[in-house]
């Protein structure tokens, strides 16, 4: 099976590829991309590969243009050293998503992935089943493997781009309909995300959403009190300028949580 790389990096392209060849004999890397104009021109000139590792931060831009410039009908896998594109990744013709440095077992899950896809596909053309449904079939790849929480964002510091790891996080919350985070230090940092993104990427064992406006952790709950119309008041840490109030609906949940 022919593989496609898309990297700029000369130490990652040889690693990956070492990597693959590992994990996978039968995998034949037929060429490789450091751009997306390098990648848009190999794909318009040879023959779809079966497989592309596709890097998303490239020197003149996002892979995501690769797809807007030229039909990509190949299985992408995506690789990246930060997660903050996870969701658009998805949306294009991807089965996951591997951060750098990419580990043995991750690339062998991810492969498993593709190869499920293909034996998915021959059995229903072998079955003359009704027309092929790529997304529907995705999909459910996807579901089949354990959810991956959010591990760090990027977030802009002036004109630095900084990594923060979620352990490092004490809460989110909203301000004037922009989203932010607090960390263990007391920095306050602005986020790309909705509450509701968030609540939906964070490992619900570690943050509990405890009203429209704030996710807390269990560690920055300093102080419980109860607040009228049966919810609850908590004093946070680091200091929190607003009110933290467990709505009435969560505080059921919210009791439970904070008793794991």
């Known amino acids: 099976m022919k593989v496609l790389i898309v990297e700029d990096e000369d130490l990652a392209v040889r690693k990956l590829r ?18 997306i104009e390098d990648t848009v021109g190999w794909l318009k000139n040879n023959p779809a590969p079966d497989l592309i590792f596709m890097d998303i931060e490239l020197a003149d831009g996002q892979s995501f243009e690769i797809f807007e410039q030229v039909e990509v009908n190949s299985t992408v896998i995506f690789t990246t050293s930060y997660d903050e594109y996870a969701l658009q990744a998805f949306k294009v013709n991807s089965i996951d998503y591997l951060l750098k440095p990419i580990q043995k077992d991750d690339l062998q899950r991810s492969l498993k992935k593709f190869r499920d ?13 009704p027309a092929f449904n790529l997304d529907k079939l995705l999909r459910e790849l996807q579901l089949q493997q354990p959810k991956e929480y959010r591990r760090r964002f990027l977030v802009r510091l002036g004109q630095r781009l900084l990594s923060i790891e979620v352990q490092d996080i004490a809460f989110f919350f909203t301000d004037e309909r922009f989203s932010f985070f607090k960390t263990w230090n007391n920095q306050k940092y602005l986020i790309d995300y909705t509450l509701d993104e968030l609540e939906d990427a964070l490992d619900p064992g570690m943050f509990f959403r405890i009203n429209r406006g704030v996710i807390v952790t269990h560690s920055s709950v300093e102080q419980i009190q109860p607040y009228f119309g049966n919810r609850l008041s908590l004093t946070l840490k ?7 109030i467990v709505s009435r609906e969560k505080v059921s949940d919210f009791k439970v949580w904070m008793g794991k």
Do not use: H
């Not at 070492?18 to 751009?35: F, H, M, N, R």
């Open 18 to 35: 070492k990597l693959v060849q590992e994990v996978d004999p039968t995998l034949d890397v037929a060429g490789i991309t450091a751009s």
């Open 117 to 129: 896809l293909k034996v998915r596909r021959a059995e229903a053309n072998a079955q003359s089943a």
């Open 238 to 244: 680091p200091v929190f300028e607003k009110e933290a």
